[in-house]
């Protein structure tokens, strides 16, 4: 048995990828009730066959570890869920594709030889039965859902390209002994629950265009198989149609004695597959599995526990049937984007005399969701306050990348982002230039740096490590001092970099408002910024870093009011000033101000290995220079492997006063290479407020 999750009943248990299903409920109703890594509740179909022609009950995972030597001569399965006949299919959630499942086949017939011989073994192969079950995710999840084909072929070429490909794969077995083949169409993928949910419209509607690409299909690789059939000496090779009865059942699901046909039996049915599978009982167990998407936990949380005080609120069991469906709608919105920009950049490639013919451009897409649960009482000015010192920062994020390599040394990155905090739908609203940033390395160790738009001091730092930039879930456990992270505005800075030393100097310019007739007030600041590294050892780095910023008043004053911080449902937004009593303060005392703005501080960093880091960092602000911001993090996040971080960070006001403290935990999983789960505990001591936080970060790449 070969192919996708139709068949599979297990080889993806081990595999590190989050197309796996070895926890519940699946398999709650296989016997004994246990998860065995069959994409179902019960039996799958490779199962089913294996019972019907009387040969066993269960038709094994060729990669389970308790796989019996009598397995060997009576047939096994190597399909992997998710694969498909396009090679990018498997590649993309990192699951064994149809070539080395030909590898592993190959590995077992040597396994055979080794215990029955090699002309029992001969016998053996010619006389099974070969079925192969693939070309679902390749039109769903590769064509339909990702730019990557798009780019290349139309529907009926790309259909085209999955019959040779499906062609080659039973050549192959035939050259490795296999004489009675049958191939499985794909089947009505548009009327599959998740995809009438993503695109199917309002009415979830059989979606008519992947129905038509799966009909291309199958007529093509029928003709196909037809014409194998006879190029192939003693072969028997079958074309199984499944497209049209499992059409029938779902148009008249009465006839075949069923009563629904438009949904799955995961949670609301409309969408939760995989990971996002779970049974719809307790609330609490839930939010586990749902990951948090943005607005949508805050208001299950909320529901769930202050429900006794508010019994007009929304039931619970449908804002998890919300959640589900805007964070599969956003997540589909992002993916159309980043088809749009690909096409887009593919075309000016292709365009005679552009002058990205020859730039080696890589397009990165991301969706950042954080939430925060405080479990506080109620939100007042103070622990509004609280709040904003602690550095809890929740929302939505997407983001775009645009990376090239530019006369063979020199990097440009373009940046575009679509943020919400704290509420909404970020990936419906526009996206905007947030970062234009240029390198120029002059040499193997000198550089300059010119970031006309986003420029930040992290930039144009030199002891930055790429694998460590992205930011904590609180200000506190980032690798780095708050001032890394101030935007700027607009930066130009030279670097040099040396096998022991380091050094950078930049210098910002930014805006502070915007100009308004009759007002008087500082309109930009310019920053200078330096950093000096150096190399204590071979892992360890001590860096020393400063920022100064000096106003530059204009004839004319701006009203800046009263900023608020956005933190969703907690916030508090304090009432903006009126023009006379912004401008009540006198210009001489904002210029004495501001002159002082600026801050200077010390990093200590050490990589432990390849993905575990300790560091520390502190602050003083040159404004209050008895005021001192620190942290200490440790963490290991490896790329494809379990993740984990501590961190302890706050602030002194004077020598023996401890402003605020607290300590922050989190596990990192890393399902697949495109998606992160990032649970996390804060616990916050401000002053005489203590309050514990429960954080959740999800992370997808495309």
Not at 196 to 222: D, H, I, M
Not at 439 to 457: H, K, L, Q, T, Y
Not at 671 to 680: C, D, T, V, W
């Amino acid at each position: 048995m070969f192919g996708d999750s139709i068949v599979d009943t297990g080889n993806n248990n081990n595999l590190k990828t989050v197309a796996k299903v070895n926890y519940p409920p699946y398999g709650k109703d296989f016997m004994g009730g246990k998860p065995t890594g069959r994409f179902s509740n019960g039996k799958v179909p490779s199962d089913l066959l294996v019972e019907e022609l009387g040969i066993k009950e269960l038709l094994p995972p060729y990669l389970d570890p308790n796989l019996q030597t009598n397995d060997l001569s009576t047939g096994l399965n190597f399909a992997s869920g998710a694969a498909g006949y396009d090679p990018l299919t498997s590649q993309l959630v990192s699951v064994i594709s149809l070539s080395n499942q030909l590898e592993l086949f190959k590995e077992y017939i040597v396994k055979l030889k080794g215990v029955v011989g090699e002309e029992r073994t001969s016998s053996i192969l010619s006389n099974s039965l070969y079925t192969v079950v693939a070309g679902s995710n390749d039109i769903s999840n590769t064509y339909f859902s990702t730019a990557f084909r798009k780019l290349q072929y139309d529907v009926p070429s790309y259909a085209d390209f999955m019959v040779s490909m499906a062609s080659t794969f039973v050549q192959e077995l035939y050259k490795l002994g296999a004489r009675r083949i049958g191939v499985m169409s794909v089947p009505p993928i548009g009327c599959v629950p998740s995809q009438r949910t993503g695109a199917g419209g309002p009415e979830r509607e059989c979606v008519e265009k992947y129905n038509e690409a799966a009909q291309l299909f199958n007529t093509k690789l029928s003709a196909e198989l037809n014409s194998l059939k006879t190029n192939l000496p003693h072969a028997k090779i079958v074309y199984i149609d499944i497209f049209n009865p499992l059409l029938d059942l779902i148009q008249n699901p009465e006839k075949y004695g069923f009563k629904i046909a438009d949904k799955g039996c995961c949670g609301t049915g409309t969408i939760e597959v995989e990971y996002l599978c779970f049974e719809m009982e307790p609330g609490a167990s839930v939010v586990d599995k749902l990951k948090g998407f943005s607005k949508s936990f805050q208001d299950f949380a909320n529901g769930f526990f202050h429900r006794r005080n508010n019994s007009n609120r929304r039931n619970p069991i449908e804002i998890l049937k919300r959640l589900q469906r805007e964070a599969f709608s956003d997540l589909m919105k992002l993916r159309d984007r980043q088809d749009k920009m690909e096409r887009l950049l593919s075309f000016y490639k292709s365009s005679k005399g552009s002058p990205f013919q020859e730039v080696s451009t890589r397009v990165r897409g991301e969706v950042d969701f954080l939430e925060a649960l405080l479990m506080m009482d109620n939100i007042d000015q103070q622990n509004y306050d609280t709040i904003r010192r602690a550095g809890i920062r929740r929302g939505i994020q997407s983001r775009f990348t645009f990376e090239s390599t530019i006369r063979q040394n020199d990097n440009l990155v373009v940046e575009f982002v679509a943020s919400e905090e704290g509420q909404g739908d970020a990936l419906g609203s526009p996206l905007s230039l947030a970062k234009v940033f240029y390198e120029a390395n002059i040499s193997d160790w000198f550089s300059a740096v010119a970031i006309p738009v986003g420029a930040r001091c992290r930039d144009v730092g030199v002891a930055t490590n790429s694998s460590h930039q992205k930011r904590g879930l609180t200000n506190y456990s980032s690798f780095g001092p708050p001032l890394l992270n101030q935007p700027n505005g607009s930066a130009f800075g030279l670097m040099v970099r040396k096998s022991n030393f380091g050094a950078s100097v930049a210098h910002f310019l930014s805006g502070l408002g915007n100009m308004q007739p009759g007002s008087v007030g500082i309109t930009r600041c310019f920053s200078t910024f330096g950093q000096v590294v150096c190399q204590l050892s071979r892992s360890t780095k001590l860096s020393l870093l400063g920022i100064h910023q000096l106003p530059k008043l204009s004839s004319q004053q701006v009203n800046l009011g009263a900023l608020a911080l956005p933190i969703g449902i907690f916030k508090h937004r304090k009432a903006p000033e009126t023009s006379m009593e912004a401008s009540a303060t006198p210009i001489e005392s904002q210029l004495e101000e501001n002159v002082m703005a600026g801050s200077i501080a010390l990093m200590l960093e050490s990589e432990l290995d390849e993905s575990t880091r300790i560091g520390g960092w502190l602050e003083i602000k040159k404004s209050d220079p008895k005021y001192l911001q620190w942290a200490v993090t440790m963490s290991d996040t490896p790329e494809d492997e379990f993740g984990w971080g501590l961190s302890l960070g706050g602030s002194i006001q004077g020598p023996k006063s401890w402003d605020h403290f607290q300590v922050e935990t989190f596990l990192k999983f890393n399902l697949g290479k495109r998606f992160s789960l990032q649970p996390a505990l804060v616990y916050v001591m401000d002053g005489t407020t203590q309050f514990p936080a429960l954080m959740l970060r999800s992370t997808w790449s495309l």
